[in-house]
């Protein structure tokens, strides 16, 4: 919820980004953040073609073990055709962070209106 948050508010301010949750350990030391999971974060993010905020595939298989079949996974995360780069599509897990949104109109009014 903390990542839609950043998204939702990033997007307010003319700011908008592309993020990926995933599953994995990492280690952090003197301020840098390494790992397999953050290499593998950062590659799907930057095949992602569009500014929204998706589930990678580990994440996504762990999350719906744990929380299969509770509100959360019904409204706030939904599987989609996910636009990437060159042309392709890939279905992931995408994260709906226009719940938190305080905008009334649809999503094609409200990207007009902020950009």
């Known amino acids: 919820m ?11 301010i003319g ?4 993020g990926v949750i995933h599953e994995g350990e990492f280690i952090i030391q ?8 953050v290499v593998d974060s950062y590659r799907l993010c930057e ?6 905020l998706v589930c990678s595939h580990e994440f996504a298989f762990h ?3 744990e929380l299969r079949n509770t509100p959360i996974t019904q409204v706030f995360l939904f599987e989609y055709l ?5 042309n392709d599509e890939d279905k992931l897990l995408n994260v709906n962070w226009v719940l938190y949104t305080e905008f009334d109109h ?6 007009l209106y902020k950009f």
Do not use: Q, W
């Open 2 to 12: 903390a990542a839609s948050k950043l998204m939702m508010h990033m997007f307010y």
């Open 15 to 18: 700011l908008p980004l592309r």
């Open 30 to 37: 003197h301020h840098c953040l390494t790992s397999k999971a």
């Open 47 to 52: 095949k992602l073609n569009f500014s929204g």
């Open 63 to 65: 999350f719906r073990n």
């Open 82 to 86: 996910t636009p990437l780069k060159n």
């Open 106 to 111: 649809d999503i094609e009014d409200m990207v």
